[in-house]
């Protein structure tokens, strides 16, 4: 590829100058601890880019040279002043003789080189550092799902993403006294709830960064545990993989055990408001009794009343019965009355209950057989009359006084 195509793709891809330092302020802690244990600190940095790493090392008061093999990326770091050998890695290697520095560093550049390059840089890292030199290293995290399965190979000079455990093995194994990784720098979803199954994705630790000491003295001087390891804190606070989704599923119960004492909840207030329908229904079938239990009575009263009522009535007919019939004021009247055949009967009927003699209802019985006979007369002789006479002004005239 050619040089300033790969300046370019990490000025588009990794960010901008300030974005990637403002990232790099997670070493703050680590490098003022390294700074405590000796005046002046050599720092060598491997595949420095553009420069950030040194940028920051050098306000620590470091002695910082970068090992740049692209030749616009070494000329941004020149243009700002930094001290920038502008060749391969392991040709600069050999330029310097053992316990040179006392720091080497690597910021994304192990996962660039094949394996046997990988154990070639540890073993002239280790010739090049002091006895209480430090080797840091920084690389994508495999835990972070994202940056493992798509943003590892965003670019394209990538060649194995890198095993913390396995490759803290290999340094030990290849003499260092003590390696330690970390998580860092949190992906943009770490401010999710636990729950959040997108946290688990990409809200974890993008980067790794792993802490090689090169004797006992300086894992003493930099892991001491008398002394307090504020970087080591500040490291710990990203996450990896599985500490995301033993929190997740963590959440995940918790939330299953609240649904579950919901559900409980629900059906103990199911029960409660079956009890309240039958309480209410019992109340209702009460008052519905009640109401039933009312109405009777008051139909028992209307009753006893119309009974009370009738009997009123049947005796003042009576007084009146007998009045009109012991005095015979208004006979005309009653014999009016009684020309009807119908209530003839009916009041014979009443004549009877109400306890009148026989003489006086067959002297009322003999009179309407009279008076029938009479109107029975009167009526044949109308017809007569209506025969012979037709209706002139004249035979009403005579009809009417013959009639009156």
């Known amino acids: 590829m050619e040089n300033n195509f790969y300046l370019d793709f990490e000025n588009r891809f990794r960010g901008s100058r300030s974005s990637v ?21 050599r720092l060598l940095d491997i595949g420095c880019g553009r420069g950030e790493w040194l940028e920051k090392c ?9 090992v740049e093999m692209n030749s616009a990326a070494a000329k941004v770091c020149q243009d700002i002043g930094l001290n920038i050998i502008n060749k391969d890695v392991f040709e600069a290697f050999c330029s310097y003789p053992d316990s040179s520095f006392d720091v080497v560093s690597a910021f994304h550049f192990i996962e660039h080189i094949e394996h ?16 209480s030199g430090v080797m840091i290293l920084e690389t994508p995290s495999i835990d972070n799902l994202i940056v493992s399965s798509r943003n590892f190979y965003l670019d394209p000079t990538h060649l194995t993403p890198i095993n913390p455990d396995s490759i803290t093995y290999i340094i030990e194994s ?12 949190s992906g943009p979803l770490s401010s999710a709830d636990n729950h959040n199954l997108t946290k688990v994705l990409n809200g974890i630790a993008q980067d790794i960064v792993i802490v090689s000491t090169k004797t006992a003295l300086a894992t003493e001087n930099l892991f001491s545990k008398i002394k307090q390891n504020n970087w080591e804190r500040i490291f710990q606070e990203s996450s990896s993989l599985l500490k995301a989704a033993t929190l997740f599923d963590q959440e995940n119960l918790k939330t299953l055990k609240r649904i579950n004492n919901i559900d409980e909840s629900i059906y103990s207030i199911r ?63 009653i014999y009016r009355l009684i020309s009807n055949n119908y209530f003839t009967k009916v009041f014979v009927y009443l004549l009877k209950k109400t306890g009148f003699n026989n003489i006086i209802v067959e002297k009322l019985i003999a009179k309407q057989k009279v008076d029938i006979e009479y109107s029975n007369q009167s009526k044949l002789y109308n017809k007569r009359l209506h025969s012979r006479f037709d209706y002139s002004n004249n035979a009403k005239r005579l009809f009417d006084r013959i009639i009156k």
């Open 21 to 41: 330092l403002e990232k790099l302020a997670c070493y703050d802690s680590l490098l003022q601890r390294i700074s405590e244990n000796s005046k002046e600190i």
């Open 58 to 66: 050098s306000k620590y008061g470091f002695n910082c040279t970068g």
């Open 116 to 131: 046997s390059k990988l154990i070639e840089f540890f073993e002239e890292s280790k010739r090049l550092l002091s006895p």
């Open 174 to 185: 290849l003499g260092f006294n003590f390696s330690k990784y970390f998580y860092i720098n």
């Open 271 to 333: 029960k409660e408001i079956l009890l309240i329908k039958k309480y209410i229904q019992k109340i209702s079938n009460v008052i519905n009794g009640a109401k039933k239990f009312f109405i009777i009575k008051c139909l028992i009263k209307i009753v006893k009343f119309l009974f009370k009522l009738r009997n009123k009535i049947s005796r003042i007919s009576m007084r009146i019965i007998k009045l009109i019939f012991n005095r015979l004021k208004y006979p005309n009247l």
